[in-house]
Each structure stands twice: as C-alpha cells, then as structure tokens.
C-alpha cells in the first residue's frame, strides 16, 4: 500500500467532499437572451448552461455528483478524484462561482482575442505571445529568423 505523504495529502484536499456544491456545465441547457418585442436572439447563454449541485457520495476513486442530495443513483455524474487533485476542476465541472466566472470569460472573449491576433498582432507580438503559452515551434522546421524573433526589421544594405 502506498504512503500517504504531505503533498497527496494536500492535493487530496482539493476534492469536493460529500454536501459540497460543485458547478456542472449541462450542454443541454438553452437559455436564449430577448430582444423588447420578446423575440430570441443570439445563441444561447453560456452563463445559464452551468448547474449548480451537490455532492452526494464517493468511494475510494470517485465522487458522484447529483441535482441535489435527494436524487436517485440513475441522476449521478460520476467523475474521478485523481482530476480534481491536480490543482485544477476537470472539464465540465467548477469548484466554485469564481471558477465558472472564469470559463464564461474565456467562452465570451478567446475568439475575439484570437481572431484580433490573428489580424493585427506583429511577429514580435506573435513570439511573446507564444512564449507566454509556451509554444514549441514543430521539429524540422527552420528557426525564425533573428529580426523576427527581437521585433526589428533587418537593416537593408
């Protein structure tokens, strides 16, 4: 059996425990803004597709996650501890309102940011950007040129 050491023991604190609220995205869920006349316009509203619900068991690899405590086993997500002890929510789940913030800023903005990128950004922009994600350029590619990479164009002669 394995030991159990400080830092499992920490991360192990990141799972949601039984009774704790957690946030599920339901894809299902179609709320639809309206214009003065009540018509529906735009797509639908990626705030309302998050649920708030409740934890209702676990066991030794898994938590189980219901509408509310009350619910039967057919209307449990089941979902691995070992993804909430990474520091982070797995995809689909928040642990918290802040977290859920956080995806619908990122729903309503990375597309915009990305395609502003793609239209205007410089090829200095372009490499600190990539340097900020962490972009490894593809093996056999040649390297970016040195005036590039610093921003400046080359002198000509």
Not at 58 to 71: G, P, Q, V, W
Request: charged share 35%; hydrophobic share 35%; proline share 4%.
């Amino acid at each position: 059996m394995k030991k159990v050491e400080k830092s499992d023991k920490a991360a192990s604190d990141t799972v949601p425990k039984v009774g704790d609220a957690v946030w599920v995205f339901c894809d299902d869920i179609r709320v639809y803004a309206k214009d003065d006349r009540g018509n529906t316009i735009g797509g639908p509203i990626y705030r309302h597709k998050w649920e708030k619900r409740v934890v209702h068991s676990e066991n030794a690899r898994s938590i189980f996650i219901a509408m509310d405590m009350k619910s039967t086993y057919r209307r449990l997500d089941r979902t691995d501890k070992a993804a909430w002890r990474e520091g982070k929510s797995p995809r689909g789940y928040a642990r918290n309102e802040a977290e859920v913030d956080e995806m619908c800023w990122l729903d309503d903005n990375r597309w915009r940011i990305g395609e502003r990128v793609q239209r205007e950004a410089t090829p200095a922009q372009l490499a600190a950007i990539a340097e900020i994600i962490g972009y490894v350029e593809p093996a056999g590619r040649e390297p970016r040129p040195a005036h590039l990479v610093s921003g400046k164009k080359k002198e000509q002669a």
